[in-house]
């Protein structure tokens, strides 16, 4: 079902991208590159910077995110996030572990932790990127439309998965006007290749 979904939207939004003119084709330079496995423990360093660590979360910490790594995917680092977020931070293990599985009802669950201004932003930011990618692929994309809107590119560790999600979701609802500008922000900023519309396909 998911590869059929993946294969579908992937389609779905090249032939949307086809039609989009390439701002980069005239000379407009990428605002932004994609994150790497050092820039997203930098990321996560800052956020446990007021926290003492215990030695068991500090080694699954670098044992998570090793000096020496080979470069990783975006889907790749979101999932690696994901997966430090619930050995650290507990309240986020439910939203983590609903997002590694198949949908149970055809109401989407209310996550109360995406909109409490007490989540720390880098938390935040990730976990409604990650629950986004999970209602796109569960065809929510009302729900998906509302979760991924107003998220910058700067504020999550996948900003080309943020780009195609929020383009799908948008196209899922028949929103054409609002998946061709997201595509044509992802060309500005230098996103918009056939291989990063299709690698968020593959979570």
């Not at 028949?174 to 056939?194: C, F, H, P, V, Y």
Request: proline share 5%; hydrophobic share 40%; aromatic share 4%.
């Amino acid at each position: 079902m998911k590869t059929m979904l993946a294969l579908v939207c992937a389609a779905t939004v090249l032939a949307l991208a086809a039609s989009v003119p390439a701002d980069d084709e005239l000379g407009t330079r990428a605002t932004w590159k994609p994150q790497t496995r050092q820039d997203v423990r930098t990321m996560i360093d800052q956020w446990l910077a007021n926290r003492n660590l215990s030695e068991l979360e500090r080694l699954k910490l670098d044992t998570l995110w090793p000096s020496e790594a080979s470069p990783a995917s975006g889907d790749e680092l979101l999932d690696n996030v994901a997966i430090t977020l619930s050995l650290l931070a507990p309240e986020t293990k439910e939203i983590v572990d609903l997002c590694r599985g198949e949908r149970t009802s055809p109401i989407a669950p209310e996550v109360q932790l995406l909109s409490e201004g007490s989540t720390p932003e880098f938390v935040r930011n990730n976990l409604r990127l990650l629950y986004g990618r999970w209602l796109v692929q569960n065809d929510l994309h009302d729900e998906a439309v509302t979760t991924l809107d107003g998220l910058e590119l700067d504020s999550v560790v996948d900003p080309a998965s943020l780009l195609f999600y929020r383009s799908v979701a948008h196209h899922g609802l028949l929103n054409k006007e609002k998946t061709s500008t997201a595509i044509s922000a992802s060309r500005r900023k230098g996103t918009a290749t056939r291989g990063s519309l299709s690698i968020a396909l593959n979570p």
